[in-house]
């Protein structure tokens, strides 16, 4: 029974470690989002009014605010941290990508989405993470599955939710409700040796991360097929949440309301953007699949009481 409270306690520690460093239980939709455009607060305004349907207190700030700090006084200010600046070079207030792989290793929670363009600071804090981003200007094309307002270049892609993963933890009712996915941005591949990393979204069989400029392509493709990742996740050893999209456009409003009408005559009435976009929300700022452990009691079995210490031999309850 000794070893079955250690176990216990072992569990409850682990389950609850982040709330030691970061005040979880108190205040724990404390939400900054960084823009590298404040014009994506318009943009992305359905996405950010759920986000405060949901509770979360959100504070909006410019990517290179100078005052930007996510530590004060030795604290974390926020528990969670939305980036829809992939083109921004240099962060305000000197965070970069050491920053917040610390905000993460204390317990934080980080939503990155990217485009065809991405900073230092994302890439390096991708690539800690076991993300790869393609090279700039380089966009995931699919000359098969592709809807009929794209432009020409084939970049606005259907992703078939047949190609998500099956957990409705992390992507809700997004697969049982089999509409497609409007993407348009860049592709990633992930590191195959780090197990902590989830394969969310995949582009089809068909596709391909190039450079959509260049009419023929002077070397092999970024990704390829259904290597080219459009949505990965990451939880870390101390449950720490981490999710990375190549699209910025995959929250905007347009592709949360637009209609999706596939080259092959397919037609839906609405993308399932909005649905994937908040169950993964959901799950990577802890408001579901999180486990905790409270009220814990133990004592000795004879006489019910708490010493201060335990004995070999001891039975305890």
């Not at 486990?291 to 305890?316: E, G, M, Q, S």
Request: glycine residues 8%.
């Amino acid at each position: 029974m000794l070893r079955l409270f250690i176990f216990s306690i072992g569990l409850f520690l682990f389950t609850c470690v982040w709330s030691s460093t970061l005040n979880i239980e108190g205040s724990s939709k404390r939400l900054l989002v960084l823009l590298d455009n404040l014009g994506i607060r318009e943009s992305h305004a359905f996405y950010f009014k759920q986000l405060k349907d949901r509770g979360f207190e959100v504070t909006f700030k410019s990517s290179d605010d100078s005052s930007l700090q996510i530590v004060k006084y030795g604290e974390y200010v926020y528990d969670h941290i939305i980036i829809f600046a992939p083109s921004t070079k240099e962060f305000g207030g000197r965070l970069d990508a050491e920053i917040l792989t610390q905000f993460v290793d204390a317990g934080g929670n980080v939503l990155i989405a990217g485009s065809n363009t991405i900073g230092d600071v994302i890439r390096e804090f991708a690539g800690e993470c076991g993300i790869e981003f393609a090279d700039d200007k380089s966009s995931v094309i699919d000359h098969l599955n592709f809807d009929v307002n794209d432009d020409g270049q084939h970049t606005l892609i259907v992703a078939n939710p047949n190609n998500l993963l099956s957990s409705e933890l992390i992507i809700g009712q997004a697969k049982k409700n089999n509409l497609p996915f409007l993407f348009r941005g860049t592709g990633m591949s992930s590191d195959p040796d780090n197990p902590l990393l989830i394969d969310v979204l995949t582009a089809s069989s068909t596709s391909y991360t190039a450079n959509p400029d260049e009419k023929t392509l002077s070397e092999y493709p970024a990704t390829v097929g259904k290597r080219t990742l459009l949505i990965s996740v990451l939880q870390a050893r101390n449950n720490a949440r981490v999710g990375f999209v190549g699209s910025v456009d995959f929250f905007s409003n347009d592709f949360f309301q637009s209609s999706v009408q596939a080259n092959n005559g397919k037609k839906y009435d609405k993308s399932g953007n909005q649905e994937l976009a908040m169950a993964l929300t959901d799950w990577l700022f802890k408001q579901r699949g999180v486990l905790r452990a409270r009220n814990i009691h133990h004592y000795l079995k004879d006489d019910k009481t708490t010493p201060r210490f335990y004995t070999v031999k001891n039975d305890i309850v």
